[in-house]
């Protein structure tokens, strides 16, 4: 038996489907949010740019961490240890602590 009333439905437009490519997160945060910032920097460029920002409450932010090491898990058992390139990326400061993934 299904419970209906917690089933949420979710719209995916196409503009949101094709998604945005993205290769450096800054994440900032303060007492009540985590400020997720995602940039495409591209080799020889100087400047990047933020292709989009989510912004969490801290519940939501450690909800995203779950699932996120939850699903590198799941992954990794089927292909394998993903690698982490040795490449430094230069540091952005946009005020509050940040951090980079």
Known sequence: MTDNKNQINIELSEE???GIYSNLAIIT???SEFVVDFVKLM???QKAKVKSR????P????R????LLDNIKKFE??????KEGGEVMPPFTMGGPT???
């Open 29 to 31: 945060h303060s007492q």
């Open 99 to 101: 951090a980079q993934a």
């Open 59 to 62: 519940e939501h932010a450690k």
């Open 43 to 45: 080799p020889g460029v």
């Open 77 to 82: 058992s089927v292909h394998g240890p993903i």
């Open 16 to 18: 949101i489907a094709e």
């Open 54 to 57: 989510i912004i969490l409450t």
């Open 64 to 67: 995203l961490y779950k699932a």
